[in-house]
């Protein structure tokens, strides 16, 4: 398994551009994308399934006046790319007109692609080296005293790569690589049991934590959730741990993506420039991150991507924008284009994070007489348009400053608008998925239970 660097991929999309502008195209773009994965699961000493997969897909877009469409194959032979040409061309000439299509302004387009580091280049583990690490993360979370079942372990690893050429100007390609463990397990006894989790993943297979720490973490958790109560509704303060506390910015996400502004189906779409989240916090998008699990050289369009403050301090400064949003928007695209081999161009995040705050997640709690600490979320409750936001949760309740008890089968409510406003983060950012968050706390916010 190797990186796409340049070769035969990267000709395939070209030849594919080529034929598409001789046949009457004009303008277009190939984008290749070609992955490799090997997952083993694990279950209570047992193998229970390898699955490999590989394979190659390829996409074609192509432009005829303000029209545009869209074909896809998994064969990029040469006897296929005729056909996929013609399919393309025929069925631009009738699909609708868009004043928005186009490709990317070539002034924008990345030339110096950036090195990120998000390719592996040690050997890939085989599917025994995948069932030993899944075994002994089982076995570490099956010692801690309280566990008594396993909802199964796992571990994978994955390489994936792309290679996008346009008639415009832009040939680039990058390859990254993804390695992950698992493991689920249970406490408690008949209709008094509780299941909890933990997992690492990372680019590279030496930043993955050890499955030890990994097992432990999973067991003492399912432990801690046992005897979980109900509590009454009531508003309170409400703390979410950083598994969780990610969701919150991610729904900001999507209340400024282009899409959903240009629609004005955003309840932040006449935000722009004001204050959106409590004085000091701010909220960032890095596509450079090293090592990042979503780090790319380019965006999909062959723009150039940068680091960029979406929050400032509290103000909101930006949307996520494709070329087409911006478009639409009056704007220039921030170079969030994400894509597939069979749709356009839409506007998505990177590394999306949240800044630490100052406190401690102890001291961040301290002062709570009654509150919520939410370790897990439920459901997907929340109204893109309004903001208003319920969802089913579980954790801890908390009195006096302190973790008292579990709770479960509970409901938090607020508004989005709200809750950003009256939001402090604390210290605990770490960097374990896509987008991330340290542990938050909410004022205000309707818990209701019993």
Same mark, same amino acid.
């Given at each position: 398994?190797?990186?796409?660097?340049?070769?035969?991929?990267?000709?395939?999309?070209?030849?594919?551009?080529?034929?598409?502008? !001789?046949?009457?195209?004009?303008?277009?773009?190939?984008?290749?994308?070609?992955?490799?994965?090997?997952?083993?699961?694990?279950?209570?000493?047992?193998?229970?399934?390898?699955?490999?997969?590989?394979?190659?897909?390829?996409?074609?877009?192509?432009?005829?006046?303000?029209?545009?469409?869209?074909?896809?194959?998994?064969?990029?032979?040469?006897?296929?790319?005729?056909?996929?040409?013609?399919?393309?061309?025929?069925?631009?000439?009738?699909?609708?007109?868009?004043?928005?299509?186009?490709?990317?302004?070539?002034?924008?387009?990345?030339?110096?692609?950036?090195?990120?580091?998000?390719?592996?280049?040690?050997?890939?583990?085989?599917?025994?080296?995948?069932?030993? !690490?899944?075994?002994?993360?089982?076995?570490?979370?099956?010692?801690?005293?309280?566990?008594?079942?396993?909802?199964?372990?796992?571990?994978?690893?994955?390489?994936?790569?792309?290679?996008?050429?346009?008639?415009?100007?832009?040939?680039?390609?990058?390859?990254?690589?993804?390695?992950?463990?698992?493991?689920?397990?249970?406490?408690?006894?008949?209709?008094?049991?509780?299941?909890?989790?933990?997992?690492?993943?990372?680019?590279? +297979?030496?930043?993955?934590?050890?499955?030890?720490?990994?097992?432990?973490?999973?067991?003492?958790?399912?432990?801690?959730?046992?005897?979980?109560?109900?509590?009454?509704?009531?508003?309170?303060?409400?703390?979410?741990?950083?598994?969780?506390?990610?969701?919150?910015?991610?729904?900001?996400?999507?209340?400024?993506?282009?899409?959903?502004?240009?629609?004005?189906?955003?309840?932040? !779409?006449?935000?722009?420039?004001?204050?959106?989240?409590?004085?000091?916090?701010?909220?960032?998008?890095?596509?450079?991150?090293?090592?990042?699990?979503?780090?790319?050289?380019?965006?999909?369009?062959?723009?150039?991507?940068?680091?960029?403050?979406?929050?400032?301090?509290?103000?909101?400064?930006?949307?996520?924008?494709?070329?087409?949003?911006?478009? +639409?928007?009056?704007?220039?695209?921030?170079?969030?284009?994400?894509?597939?081999?069979?749709?356009?161009?839409?506007?998505?995040?990177?590394?999306?994070?949240?800044?630490?705050?100052?406190?401690?997640?102890?001291?961040?709690?301290?002062?709570?007489?009654?509150?919520?600490?939410?370790?897990?979320?439920?459901?997907?409750?929340?109204?893109?348009?309004?903001?208003?936001?319920?969802?089913?949760?579980?954790?801890?309740?908390?009195?006096?400053?302190?973790?008292?008890?579990?709770?479960?089968?509970?409901?938090?409510?607020?508004?989005? !608008?709200?809750?950003?406003?009256?939001?402090?983060?604390?210290?605990?950012?770490?960097?374990? +998925?896509?987008?991330?968050?340290?542990?938050?706390?909410?004022?205000?916010?309707?818990?209701?239970?019993?």
């Amino acid at each position: 398994m190797t990186e796409i660097k340049s070769g035969s991929v990267l000709e395939s999309a070209s030849a594919l551009v080529e034929r598409a502008m !001789k046949a009457g195209a004009d303008a277009a773009e190939a984008l290749v994308v070609e992955g490799a994965s090997l997952g083993v699961s694990w279950r209570l000493g047992k193998l229970e399934d390898v699955e490999r997969s590989e394979g190659q897909d390829v996409g074609l877009r192509v432009f005829i006046g303000q029209r545009q469409a869209m074909v896809s194959s998994t064969d990029l032979s040469e006897k296929s790319l005729a056909p996929l040409v013609e399919r393309a061309i025929a069925m631009a000439k009738v699909a609708p007109e868009d004043p928005y299509i186009g490709l990317a302004d070539p002034a924008l387009l990345a030339k110096d692609l950036p090195e990120l580091d998000i390719f592996d280049p040690t050997p890939f583990p085989d599917a025994e080296a995948l069932a030993a !690490k899944a075994a002994e993360t089982e076995e570490a979370a099956l010692a801690i005293k309280g566990v008594t079942n396993s909802g199964g372990a796992g571990a994978s690893w994955g390489r994936s790569g792309m290679a996008l050429v346009t008639s415009g100007g832009f040939t680039g390609s990058y390859t990254g690589t993804s390695h992950s463990f698992s493991v689920s397990v249970l406490a408690g006894e008949g209709t008094a049991m509780e299941r909890d989790y933990d997992y690492s993943s990372a680019r590279h +297979q030496s930043d993955l934590d050890t499955t030890i720490t990994i097992g432990r973490n999973a067991g003492e958790r399912a432990v801690r959730r046992l005897g979980a109560r109900k509590v009454k509704s009531q508003s309170v303060p409400v703390v979410y741990d950083p598994r969780v506390s990610g969701g919150l910015v991610g729904h900001f996400a999507g209340a400024i993506s282009g899409s959903s502004i240009a629609r004005g189906t955003s309840f932040l !779409k006449e935000s722009m420039g004001k204050r959106v989240f409590a004085d000091g916090i701010s909220i960032i998008d890095d596509p450079h991150r090293h090592r990042g699990l979503r780090s790319k050289p380019f965006d999909g369009e062959g723009v150039a991507n940068h680091l960029m403050n979406l929050v400032d301090k509290g103000i909101l400064t930006t949307w996520l924008l494709d070329c087409a949003t911006a478009r +639409q928007l009056g704007l220039t695209t921030t170079g969030h284009a994400a894509r597939g081999i069979g749709a356009p161009p839409s506007p998505s995040t990177t590394n999306l994070y949240m800044e630490a705050g100052t406190v401690d997640p102890k001291t961040l709690i301290s002062d709570i007489k009654q509150g919520l600490y939410i370790t897990e979320m439920i459901g997907m409750g929340v109204n893109g348009v309004t903001g208003d936001y319920s969802r089913g949760a579980s954790g801890f309740w908390i009195e006096n400053g302190e973790l008292a008890y579990p709770v479960s089968e509970i409901t938090v409510a607020g508004n989005l !608008k709200d809750m950003f406003l009256n939001m402090t983060p604390a210290d605990d950012l770490a960097f374990r +998925q896509g987008t991330n968050a340290p542990t938050l706390r909410v004022e205000g916010m309707t818990v209701a239970g019993s």
